[in-house]
């Protein structure tokens, strides 16, 4: 008895593998990949409204309308709400593109600070973790300190405020 004609050997590979039109989309991707980093890695922020509100207050904290942490005043920073971001940055004295995360912390009233540093995302989990998630009223009270690493490298941070 021969085989259904209308069923293909499946021994025999009829199309290809992966589709070409699956081969354009990550080789795009992975174009996209190299020149943005991880656009697909994730963001945490406690942003309230709409999808619209919500992105106009992430396109409103981008690095020129953020302040340093190290021009913080004697006042600290009264954290209302924060954004949490993978970004990629040149190390000034090896060259070498490294990748990191920003923390922007964002009081009710005044600009936004930002800086990347490991420990602004720890202490900010650990305000998480102790306040939930926010955004928080009335804010919460912080003086970021900054820290020389054993490499010489600066970190901060964070101090609670009374």
């Known amino acids: 008895m021969s085989p259904d004609p209308s069923v293909g050997d499946p021994l025999v590979e009829t199309q290809p593998l992966v589709p070409t ?11 996209v990949s190299q ?4 656009v697909a890695a994730p963001t945490i922020h406690n942003f309230q ?3 619209l509100e919500v ?15 190290d021009d913080v005043q004697d006042s600290g920073i009264q954290i209302h709400q924060f954004y949490v971001h993978q970004v990629q940055f040149v190390d000034e004295k090896t060259g ?19 800086c990347v540093s ?23 009270s912080v003086m970021p300190v900054s820290i020389k690493t054993r490499k010489g490298r600066k970190t901060y941070r964070l101090v609670p405020q009374e």
Do not use: H, S
Request: overall charge negative; some cysteine; glycine content about 12%.
């Open 21 to 31: 039109e699956v081969m354009k989309e990550n080789a795009r991707r992975e174009l």
């Open 118 to 140: 490991d420990g602004i995302a720890r202490d900010l989990a650990g305000i998480i973790r102790t306040f939930g998630f926010g955004p928080y009223e009335p804010p919460i």
């Open 55 to 69: 992105w106009k207050q992430i396109a409103a904290i981008g690095a020129a309308t953020c302040m340093d942490f």
């Open 49 to 51: 409204g709409t999808n």
């Open 35 to 38: 020149v943005m980093g991880d």
């Open 96 to 114: 070498e593109v490294n990748e990191g995360i920003r923390t922007v912390l964002i009081p009710k009233v005044g600009p936004p600070f930002a």
